[in-house]
T-cell receptor, first 112, second 113 residues
Framework: QQQVKQSPQSLIVQKGGISIINCAYENTAFDYFPWYQQFPGKGPALLIAIRPDVSEKKEGRFTISFNKSAKQFSLHIMDSQPGDSATYFCAAYRTSYGKLTFGQGTILTVHP | DGGITQSPKYLFRKEGQNVTLSCEQNLNHDAMYWYRQDPGQGLRLIYYSQIVNDFQKGDIAEGYSVSREKKESFPLTVTSAQKNPTAFYLC????????????FGQGTRLTVV
């Protein structure tokens, strides 16, 4: 009930293309869904987040789409750049538990 | 500068030894977390603490121990009972409930030799 499943495991995109990473969750008690970006040898950093009462959130080139009925959410990176090459993690948070549950991660490579 | 500091960055341990990883934060966060990162497995929660002198087991607590004697500090001990300790360990902190953004340290890479 606490799982978050993320796909794909790795993704290769050309510069200027759209990167799409998908996540699915099981527990409807989750009430906050962040995405984290991690560069090699560094800790993850918050990229963008959404709450389940909103279907879409956009910040610059990054957009989260949220489908509450399907229990799925996705990250779209528009106009992907080589500097976006990193590992991306989706996560789900349940306030009553006070902890984040992470997906398996997606290694994104953007070719110039 | 406010932040979360992990030390050391690299740590080598002989089999059978206990080692302690340090995590300190000056963000005045109530909650602190320890995650383990292995390739293809994401971040798995080891232990977390929402207030001083209290902590809970995460999903993979076996072979690990923690303490939370001060708000700023949440050290993790990897004991000899942990059968496969080689991994990248990440500490994080956040405000307790309400504001849920977690801030991560730079990680400690532990290698058993």
């Amino acid at each position: 009930q606490q799982q978050v499943k993320q796909s794909p495991q790795s993704l290769i995109v050309q510069k200027g293309g759209i990167s799409i990473i998908n996540c699915a969750y099981e527990n409807t008690a989750f009430d906050y869904f962040p995405w984290y970006q991690q560069f090699p040898g560094k800790g993850p950093a918050l990229l963008i987040a959404i709450r389940p009462d909103v279907s879409e959130k956009k910040e610059g080139r990054f957009t989260i789409s949220f489908n509450k009925s399907a229990k799925q959410f996705s990250l779209h990176i528009m106009d992907s750049q080589p500097g976006d090459s990193a590992t991306y993690f989706c996560a789900a948070y349940r306030t009553s538990y006070g902890k984040l549950t992470f997906g398996q991660g997606t290694i994104l490579t953007v070719h110039p | 500068d406010g932040g979360i500091t992990q030390s050391p960055k690299y740590l080598f341990r002989k089999e059978g030894q206990n080692v302690t990883l340090s995590c300190e934060q000056n963000l005045n966060h109530d909650a602190m977390y320890w995650y383990r990162q292995d390739p293809g497995q994401g971040l798995r929660l080891i232990y977390y603490s929402q207030i001083v002198n209290d902590f809970q087991k995460g999903d993979i607590a076996e072979g690990y121990s923690v303490s939370r004697e001060k708000k700023e500090s949440f050290p993790l001990t990897v004991t000899s009972a942990q059968k496969n300790p080689t991994a990248f360990y990440l500490c994080a902190s956040s405000y307790h409930r309400g504001n849920t953004e977690a801030f991560f340290g730079q990680g400690t890479r532990l290698t058993v030799v």
